[in-house]
């Protein structure tokens, strides 16, 4: 079988889309699914071309340095010329550009077409266009879902409640759960002296860090103002910061505001394969408390490192976050999330203890067992869309 995957972003471009395309792609090969993937260019930046990787010519957005539009022009004319009886199936991965493009080659090739909700619009607008009253938000974001989502012919969300989201818009194309598996190559040790020497961060000193895409939704600046508490009770503690993205700016002048600059280190960008392992393996409490995660992909990882995990549990993190992970589930409360923080902190076995769960929670999510389900999902919506829809 032969998949075409498209979508607006990809590597170098870090996020969660971009990691979990690359995951299935590897997997998929293992289950006999051989595919290829349209993605946008990105200009002079460090892009490792893989096999079966199509890039487009694309375009800066404005006051997005990190993401790029792919031309309709250069894309439908990619398109247009791969042989359309090469494919069995199309899956899009993102609601712009690539959603509309997917759909119009599948349609013209006559083949079926799925698409993966990585992301949860609702709370995306808000942040974005903070103009626009929630509720108009709200009001355009499920009607643009429901209008893409009635494209294909089945739906990949990453999650329970991601699913259970969907539902409630009313969408009625068939809905399947797939999250994204954790691939073997996460568990390799990293190394969390040498990303400390390498920051120039003392070896003494305990670290509560944050890992992943800067952005507002994120919800970071919580987590800045749990450390001001966290610090009350260990004065030595140090926030890192690690990723890139529009917050970043705004949150190093709020951590200037609150005299703290000395004290939060960010990371910036940190190759995957090395560095990224490494500020996991350094970090003595892994905190999390974004609103928007559809999977969450992001906890798997710092469990596979041994990291000892505080974090809320909304939306995508709830499915991740069960009772057996080792993780310390907080609500979203500064002075709740901070004596958490503080109680792992202060108790190095406590740090060993869910540090160990956690790593052996993470093993019971297979990237190879995720892949083999989207596997024969794509063998469900081929041989017949009415598989697909008693599948689900």
Known sequence: MRVLFISDVYFPRVNGVSTSIRTFRQDLANCGVETALVAPNYDSQSQDDEP????????????DPEDRRMRWGALTRTLDRLPRDDFDVVHIHTPFIAHYAGARFAKRANIPCVATYHTFF???LHHYVP?????????LARGFTRSQCADVQAL????????????QYGVSTPIHVVPTGLAADRFGAGDGNRFRAQAGLPLDRPLMTYIGRVAHEKNIEFLVQVFTKVRQSVPNAMLVIAGEGPAREPLRQLVASLKLTADVHFAGYLDR?????????????FAFASRTE??????????????????????GARSILKPDSGAVVVKEDRDAFATAVVRVLQNASLQRELGERGRAYAKTWSS????????????AVR??????????
């Open 273 to 285: 394969n090395t560095a990224l392992l490494d500020c996991y393996a350094a970090a003595n409490v």
């Open 156 to 167: 990949i969300a990453p999650s329970d409640p991601m699913r259970d989201i969907l539902l």
């Open 122 to 124: 609702e709370e995306y």
């Open 294 to 315: 559809t999977q969450g992909l992001v906890l798997l990882e710092a469990m596979a490192q041994g990291s000892a995990v505080v974090s809320t549990a909304e939306l």
């Open 383 to 392: 041989l017949s869309p009415r598989a697909a829809r008693v599948a689900a």
């Open 52 to 63: 079966g990787l199509i890039r487009v010519p694309s375009g800066k957005i404005p006051r």
């Open 131 to 139: 103009a626009m009253p929630r509720s108009i938000g709200r009001f």
């Open 368 to 379: 190879a067992s995720m892949a083999r389900r989207l596997a024969d999902l794509y063998d």
